[in-house]
């Protein structure tokens, strides 16, 4: 074919094509403004055009075309790719999108390692909190004489201050340490699945007995009432997310030993991509739960019925937002999501 007849033939779509890089690609919000008013080449059809953009080059240069054309389908070639696989920015709407729908689509879709680490979280809990209430002396075996005073004293009713919990810190200290203790525990739980999965197991039930203790000690000294307006508030992101981060630790270590289809290394890093992913919610939710305990549980000049009225409000919502979360969205790969 002639170089001119090559031309006449294509010169419409390469037009378009760079129409739309000047009014589509320059400026991202620009064009997410105008996309109703756009009347030229759509948005899903650049790929495809792009391709034969470059097959079209390549003719040109096998054809041995005048570098007129050929310089032409090569600019055009380059500002098509820079927009097609430039790295997208990180911004504020896909962390949210991917808060509020894509990590609990993970959750969900993880919901069996999710029940084990909820049963290996709960079970223990509850079943010492009930033990130590028939049999008081099992607090003793758990923590030594030193700590069982020193949680008395954090939650003794009669103390003259009005702070819950804690020492003399103010506000902003006990966020950090909040912030440090909390995230600490998740990653620990996650990556303790390595261990085959062994580790985010023996985390799970230790927190779970020392938890239980706790509050099973504090209720039978009958100190109970200031513990439980304490973390009434900032226990549901707090303790969902701990077995949240323990169910992302089992998927790791049953990618490793249960690999699958996969080969084990392939398994390895499927699986804690997933879960690095899901850790990002967890520490969302830990931070959280981290701001609610420094600046609102600590509170004790505040009715036991407002903070248990806010506590229960926050296991709704947790509850609502990672079983519905997302369900109504459009799919897409949530690893690319975030």
């Known amino acids: 074919m002639r170089q001119e007849h090559f031309v006449a033939r294509h010169e419409a779509e390469w037009r378009e094509l760079e129409r739309w890089l000047e009014m589509r690609a320059s400026s991202a919000r620009n064009a997410r403004s105008h996309r109703r008013d756009w009347t030229g080449l759509r948005d899903d059809k650049i790929p495809e055009r792009h391709r034969r953009l470059c097959q079209q080059l390549a003719l040109a ?12 389908l090569q600019q055009l070639m380059q500002r098509g790719h820079s927009v ?29 390692c999710m029940l084990a680490a909820a049963l290996l979280f709960w079970l223990p809990l509850i079943s010492i909190f009930v033990a130590i209430q028939v049999r008081p002396e099992l607090a003793a075996g758990l923590f030594d004489a030193q ?77 109970g009432e200031p513990f439980w307006r304490f973390v009434a508030g900032h226990s549901a992101p707090e303790l969902t997310a701990i077995v949240i981060s323990g169910g992302a630790g089992l998927r790791l270590g049953l990618s490793l030993i249960a690999p699958g289809q996969r080969r084990r290394i392939d398994s390895l890093i499927h699986g804690g991509r997933r879960g690095a992913l899901i850790c990002i919610g967890v520490f969302a939710m830990l931070v959280f739960a981290a701001f609610v305990e420094a600046f609102w549980s600590s509170i004790g000049s505040v009715p036991a019925a407002i903070k248990y009225g806010v506590g229960l409000a926050l296991w709704l919502l947790v509850g609502l937002w990672l079983l519905r979360g997302g369900r109504n969205a459009v799919h897409r790969d949530d690893e690319d999501a975030a």
């Open 61 to 72: 240069r096998r054809r041995g075309y005048s570098a007129v054309v050929t310089d032409r």
């Open 84 to 112: 097609l696989y430039r790295t997208k920015p990180v911004h504020w709407r896909r962390s949210a999108e991917y808060l509020l729908a894509g990590f609990p689509r993970l959750v969900r879709a993880e919901w069996r």
């Open 147 to 223: 700590s069982l005073v020193r949680f008395e004293q954090m939650y003794d009713p009669a103390r003259p201050d009005s702070a819950l919990g804690r020492t003399n810190e103010d506000d902003l200290q006990m966020f950090a340490h909040y912030i440090g203790n909390n995230v600490g525990i998740g990653f620990q739980t996650f990556a303790s699945g390595l261990m085959a999965g062994l580790g985010t197991v023996f985390v799970l039930i230790f927190n779970g007995v020392m938890i239980g203790g706790v509050a099973g000690h504090l209720q039978a000294v009958g100190h």
